[in-house]
Structure formats: C-alpha cells, structure tokens
Nanobody, 123 residues
C-alpha cells in the first residue's frame, strides 16, 4: 500500500514563496497521477493542481494558475507544489493525493492521501 508523506509549508508573508513536497513509499508512484488539494479554514476541500503519471499534462485551479506549479520526479518518488506570490486567501491545509484518473478535479477519484500540511499567509 503506497503512502504519501508531506513536508514543507509554514507561515509566510504575502508575496513570498513556498514549496511543498510529497514523498511516496511502498508503491509504484510513477504509475499514479498526482494532485494537490487544499482546505481553507471553515471551508470545503478544493482542487489546486494535478499532474499525470508521466508528468506531461497538468491542470490548475483558476485561483492559482500562473502562481503555482505542480511537478514530479518519478526517479525520486517525489511530487512538488511550488507556490509563488502567495496571498492570504491561499491559507489552508494542503494535501497531496494519488490516483489513476488523469488530472481529474474530483477528490473522490484519488485513493491515497498525504497527512496534510498547514500553509499560512499573512498580509
């Protein structure tokens, strides 16, 4: 059973950058599509970005397009979310997830999840 362990996150000021990492173990990470979701305080979890297993196709939420970049290194069993020009509205718990349905934004299609990491952006 594959597991995902997240790292990165923390407290930053608006306009700064952060990189989240997602380390996979116990499974064939390169076979899975990967996504990042986030859950802002008091709100539902929402899609942020996704990348297919081979890394050639990506999808982004409109709210992060042009500021966030999703990537992966299958040789290292790692996934990443580079977040630039962060805004207070990006404050949320961020989750990485793995699945086999392309770059779907439907969280029910992802069956393996990381533990979540807090990102807080101050104004």
């Amino acid at each position: 059973q594959m597991q995902l362990v997240q790292s990165g996150g923390g407290l930053v000021q608006a306009g700064e950058s952060l990189r989240l990492s997602c380390a996979a173990s116990g499974g064939l990470f390169y076979r899975y599509d990967m996504a990042w979701f986030r859950q802002p305080p008091g709100k539902e979890r929402e899609f942020v970005a996704a990348i297919i297993w081979m890394g050639g196709s990506t999808s982004y939420a409109d709210s992060v397009s042009g500021r966030f970049t999703i990537s992966r290194d299958n040789a290292k069993n790692m996934g990443y979310l580079q977040m630039n020009d962060l805004k207070p509205e990006d404050t949320a718990v961020y989750y990485c997830a793995a699945g086999s349905s392309g770059t779907t934004r439907d969280e029910s299609m992802y069956d393996t999840w990381g533990q979540g990491t807090q990102v807080t952006v101050s104004s």
